[in-house]
């Protein structure tokens, strides 16, 4: 015996036949059903409203007993096998808005049946769970509630309600199974989830993690299906001024901004106007990799899974003065790193890529795109796309970083002055939490207007890609197994939960976006402190309380695992100044360093002799070089600083040079 969930997905209890198992699908979580029992005669009813809990049991907040009266009814005979969620629709949750548009309906059955319920809800018979009721009585479907005399409820000790995301409605045309009823009375023997934290037990985990990380400030979103649950700033936007991070402050997304950019290509799929598995060619055919055989196979999918054989290429958009366009022209020149769809490297050229298909297939630019099919629907009304955008007196978080010393200083800004499908979005945690209840709702927004088909928008986030697990990747997922990139999304098991999470990293920022989808979760944490763990340490002790996980301490141990980084950093820098030979001069007089090398993609890097010092000049930086030994040089400040340059000298000349790994050509 099958029953659909909400949304019309044919399937059993969690996919298994038998609900003997007294397990529930996802789609059910949060999900409430209001009904009634009533005897055959009509004269005595048991009122319940149900709802399942984010663990999968049913919990009851109400239960009341009443005599007398006679519903208008529409009478279904006893044995009747039928199914309520048949044909229900589903709004923005996973019964929610749309659903609760449709008329209401009360379900009824008579009091054998309830018996044969109460008997099922003790033993937990799976047998008895197959077979309909053989009663002689009707059971009754009522298009009205009905008035009942007030009568007392009885006291339901260790039941807590849970938060529903939106009342169950029914179709009278479509048949119903007695297994509703069957699954309506375990709710008062089953266990029930411990209590949501409360919100001062929010506050001290948010600023736990504000000290324990040095973070000036941060806002945190919790959403279950469509309750927002938490939506509230921490701390200060910057250092030293008293403005109040809020949950209208705004925060660059980074590398969350993808996600924007596949649903947006979700969007287009659902039109018709593109497929995931198009070829590139189709529709952007000047963008191409060196590799002509790959070129010809490449897809959008691949664009968006991190599988092209690309590196990570940061230099080439990483403050660059340079256009989009003109990096997508460099691509090219630039050799595969491993062999087409044979690996995972993260590159966010390609996403750039992928924005401009959307462009083209939606004959508008990507930011416009974006406003209109995404952001304004669901009413982000925060949302920028370049760092000009935003208002000067806006309510603005400013980026910190650690100094060598330790402590908390302003980072440098980063203006984005060109809508990057990659990285430019800007938003707050009420706008996150609008597009948190938009992903979990399978593409709905809180108005409950469908912006996407939830095909194409599920498809974003299932596993493409496998992630090797090991090393850093592993330390930083102590709790993981297997790791996946989905597309703009990663895909992961965090103590037996799936998780759906992607982070974003940009100077004086971090952020992370998490949907927990079994438990219809929703999270957003942002901080402005550079490349801080406070993210994804909040994030997991929020998982940790919210979905009743033995309590970690994620702080310490992220702050302990930053430690350990920085102090295998410094070993190994003070390991390489050790081996250095001071006495090892340069072959060539500095004078004869300076001069102009190439690379085909990277373009120019020049280098100046001036005052007894040699400085280095690429894309928007400028970096003061000392010598180190031989023919390479230190760079002392700003950007890449302790970094090492080297120069190639052949014949009593310097023939090339070589900056974070790129070599470049003397002209």
Not at 43 to 63: D, H, I, K, N, P
């Amino acid at each position: 015996m099958t029953a659909a969930a909400p949304g019309g997905t044919s399937g059993g209890f969690s996919g298994h036949s038998s609900i003997g198992t007294r397990t529930r699908p996802a789609a059910w979580l949060g999900s409430k059903l209001h009904g009634f029992v009533v005897s055959s005669a009509a004269s005595s009813w048991a009122e319940f409203t149900l709802r399942w809990s984010s663990t999968g049991s049913m919990v009851t907040t109400q239960l009341s007993r009443s005599s007398g009266g006679t519903p208008g009814t529409t009478t279904v005979p006893a044995g009747t096998s039928v199914n309520p969620f048949a044909g229900a629709r589903r709004g923005s949750g996973f019964a929610g808005r749309a659903a609760n548009r449709l008329s209401s309906r009360k379900l009824f059955c008579d009091a054998a049946t309830f018996a044969w319920c109460r008997a099922f809800a003790m033993n937990g018979s799976s047998t008895a769970a197959t077979k309909t009721t053989s009663s002689t009585a009707p059971m009754m479907v009522t298009r009205r509630a009905i008035a009942l005399p007030r009568a007392p409820v009885p006291t339901l000790t260790g039941v807590r309600p849970a938060r529903p995301i939106g009342a169950v409605r029914f179709h009278t045309s479509t048949p119903m199974h007695w297994l509703l009823t069957a699954a309506a009375l375990p709710l008062l023997l089953a266990p029930v989830r411990a209590a949501d934290p409360t919100p001062e037990a929010v506050d001290a985990l948010a600023g736990d993690a504000l000290k324990a990380f040095q973070a000036p400030g941060a806002a945190v979103v919790v959403l279950r299906g469509d309750q927002t649950l938490v939506l509230k700033g921490y701390g200060r936007r910057a250092l030293g001024r008293d403005e109040p991070v809020t949950a209208d402050t705004v925060f660059p997304l980074a590398s969350c901004t993808k996600q924007f950019t596949t649903a947006l290509l979700a969007a287009l799929v659902d039109d018709g106007k593109l497929g995931w598995d198009d070829l590139v060619s189709k529709h952007l055919p000047g963008f191409k990799l060196s590799d002509p055989h790959a070129t010809a196979l490449l897809t959008v999918r691949d664009l968006v899974t991190h599988r092209t054989g690309l590196g990570n290429h940061d230099l080439l958009w990483y403050r660059a003065p340079w256009s989009i366009d003109h990096m997508l022209k460099q691509v090219p020149r630039l050799p595969l790193d491993y062999p087409f769809r044979s690996g995972y490297r993260y590159n966010s050229l390609t996403f750039m890529a992928a924005g401009r298909v959307a462009e083209a297939c939606g004959k508008k630019t990507w930011p416009v795109l974006v406003r209109e099919r995404l952001a304004e629907p669901l009413g982000m009304k925060n949302v920028a796309f370049t760092t000009a955008e935003i208002p000067k007196d806006a309510d603005r978080a400013h980026g910190h970083r650690l100094n060598k010393a330790g402590k908390v200083e302003a980072a440098p800004v980063y203006e984005m002055r060109e809508p990057n499908p990659s990285g430019s979005l800007h938003a707050t945690a009420r706008d996150l939490a609008a597009w948190l209840e938009f992903q979990l709702s399978d593409g709905v927004a809180p108005s409950g207007t469908r912006l996407v088909s939830s095909k194409p928008l599920v498809e974003t986030r299932a596993p493409q890609n496998l992630m090797r697990l090991e090393g850093a990747a592993k330390a930083l997922f102590p709790d993981t197994v297997q790791v996946s990139y989905a597309m703009g999304w990663v895909v992961s098991d965090y103590r037996g939960l799936k998780v759906v999470a992607h982070g974003g990293l940009i100077d004086g920022f971090r952020v992370q976006l998490t949907l927990v989808p079994e438990r219809q979760f929703g999270f957003a944490v942002l901080c402005n402190m550079h490349d801080s763990r406070l993210p994804i340490a909040l994030t997991n002790a929020l998982i940790d309380r919210y979905c009743d996980l033995k309590s970690k301490d994620w702080n310490a141990y992220y702050a302990r695992l930053a430690e350990e980084e920085a102090e295998a950093k410094s070993a190994a820098l003070a390991a390489r100044d050790r081996a250095r030979d001071p006495s090892a001069k340069p072959a060539l007089p500095l004078a004869s360093y300076a001069g102009t090398y190439s690379h085909p993609a990277y373009g120019p890097a020049t280098v100046t002799h001036a005052g007894g010092a040699l400085t280095a000049k690429f894309s928007s930086f400028s970096l003061p070089l000392e010598h180190f030994e031989r023919d390479t040089f230190r760079i002392t400040g700003a950007f890449f600083e302790s970094d090492l340059v080297r120069f190639g000298v052949s014949d009593g000349k310097a023939t090339s040079l070589t900056l974070a790994g790129i070599e470049f050509k003397r002209k």
